[in-house]
Every structure is written in structure tokens, then in C-alpha cells.
């Protein structure tokens, strides 16, 4: 018996296979096939806004430290003038 009709299953985690070229092709011409592409579209922009949140965040988290650096280098600026 040859390894015809032998199928190995690997489960991997759907940001990985959106994320890398060849998976997204491949889940793509899978779900054309299934007609469920609006699933596969759904995914990619939940990922997206993720991501997008994502990197808000960091942002309003830089931007209010640099306004507590600026709030404090104010405070010293008024004990060193007065």
C-alpha cells in the first residue's frame, strides 16, 4: 500500500495562515470553492482592525507619556524661574 488517499492534518493558528502568503492563497481558493468567501473576508478585516487597534494603542500610550515628560519639564521649569 502506497501513501495514495493519506491525508495529514495540521492544525495551525489562523493568523499564521492569513498571514503568510501561500495560505492565504490556499484558504482563499478553498473558500471559493465552499462559497464562503464572505467568511474569509470577515477574517481578514477583524485582523486588520486588531491590528490597527493595536498600534492606536501603542500611540495614545506614547503620546501620554510624552505629555507626562512635557508636564513634568514644565513643573521644573516654574521651580527653577520662581
Do not use: N
Not at 501513501?3 to 503568510?20: C, F, I, N, R
Not at 481578514?44 to 510624552?66: F, G, P, Q, T
Amino acid at each position: 500500500m502506497g501513501s495514495k488517499g493519506v491525508t495529514m492534518q495540521v492544525a495551525l493558528p489562523l493568523d499564521d495562515v492569513l498571514a503568510h502568503p501561500v495560505g492565504l492563497k490556499l484558504l482563499t481558493k478553498f473558500s471559493r470553492r465552499e462559497r464562503s468567501e464572505e467568511g474569509l473576508i470577515f477574517c481578514l478585516e477583524v485582523l486588520r482592525l486588531r491590528d490597527l487597534y493595536r498600534k492606536h494603542k501603542e500611540i495614545s500610550k506614547d503620546s501620554k507619556a510624552h505629555q507626562e515628560t512635557a508636564a513634568q519639564v514644565s513643573i521644573q521649569a516654574r521651580r527653577i524661574w520662581v
